[in-house]
């Protein structure tokens, strides 16, 4: 059977979402869509963006790259900042000149909220409304009461994004209640309302494993990592003059490497660390795609184009 193209596709501006935690395979199963699928992939993780990132962000290899359309990955040095709002209005350009070509995007990545703001719009506080003694009070109120105040602050005007937020990131609490003390508005009513005027069909897969052979995979990653040389890639990224202390080198796998570099940990030490960090990250992954009911948990050993394409062409 020929690949699946944009035509065979009822919906309008299809958009199919591979994502996942970290180590379970979300590379090799879109290589396995593209041999099957006329796509371009958009890589949705926000580690990949930046250069010299390669062994501790499992970049595709240089050969994948060359062989299968990938955007986003290994453009940015890793003193720039990118941000959620930057990958979705990037990631909405290259979507349509994908569509001009009568291809379909396939949407690859782990990075939830880069995905969120793709498919379901980001929320933003027009300038004529904004009151920026707002946010400096909110931002005293996390020095001075700590992010337990705020998220009871942000439990009691807007439950749904309390919800959605209960890793408590301080940021996005701030965020959402700036929006609501700004507007009168629930940022989650707000989000809601954007998701209904998006002009994607969103077709999400989830790829499921168990707990432990997902943390499994992980751990035989991170020894494949340390393995393969992630302590002379850091020190590499270093000797290029970049600070250890730059948001991108904040990432799992560079954190324990620079620690071992500086003599603060053994070899063993920092590799059981990166170990028990990625489980950790892998988790707070899995928390945040739970939350979207819309997506579809697959196998990835089980999957292939007729179980996706059933899917699209059957739901609801």
């Excluded at 992630?230 to 620079?258: C, H, W």
């Excluded at 992954?285 to 697959?298: A, G, S």
Aim: contains cysteine; positive net charge; hydrophobic residues 35%.
């Amino acid at each position: 059977m020929d690949r699946i193209t944009l035509g065979d596709i009822p919906s309008k501006n299809p958009l199919i979402v591979i994502l996942g935690p970290t180590a379970s395979g979300k590379t090799d199963l879109s290589l396995s869509i593209y041999e099957q699928i006329d796509c371009e992939i958009i890589s949705a993780d926000s580690r990949q963006v930046y250069k010299y990132l390669d062994i501790g962000t499992a970049k595709p290899s240089r050969e994948i790259l060359s062989n299968y359309k990938h955007h986003l990955i290994d453009f940015l040095e890793p003193n720039q900042d990118f941000s959620a709002g930057q990958f979705s209005k990037l990631s909405r350009e290259i979507i349509f000149r994908i569509y001009e070509q009568n291809k379909i995007p396939l949407v690859v990545g782990g990075t939830g909220l880069y995905i969120d703001v793709l498919c379901n719009g980001m929320v933003e506080l027009s300038p004529n409304v904004q009151d920026k003694s707002i946010r400096d009070n909110l931002n005293k109120d996390l020095e001075t009461k700590g992010k337990e105040y705020l998220y009871n602050l942000l439990q009691q005007v807007d439950r749904d994004s309390a919800e959605k937020y209960s890793d408590k990131n301080p940021r996005r609490i701030i965020r959402a209640l700036e929006f609501f003390y700004n507007t009168g508005v629930r940022f989650s009513e707000a989000q809601r309302e954007l998701t209904k005027q998006n002009n994607f069909s969103v077709y999400y897969f989830g790829i499921d494993f168990e707990r432990q052979e997902l943390y499994s995979r992980i751990n035989q990653r991170c020894l494949n990592m340390w393995q393969v040389g992630i302590i002379d890639e850091t020190q590499e990224i270093l000797k290029r003059g970049y600070s250890p202390n730059l948001n991108s080198m904040n990432t799992v796998g560079y954190k324990e490497a620079i620690k071992f570099l500086n003599n603060e940990m053994t070899n063993q030490e920092a590799l059981n660390e990166m170990m028990k960090n990625t489980r950790h990250y892998a988790k707070r992954q899995l928390t945040w795609f739970r939350k979207n009911e819309k997506i579809q948990w697959i196998i990835p050993k089980l999957v292939n184009k007729f179980i996706i394409y059933d899917f699209i062409i059957n739901r609801k």
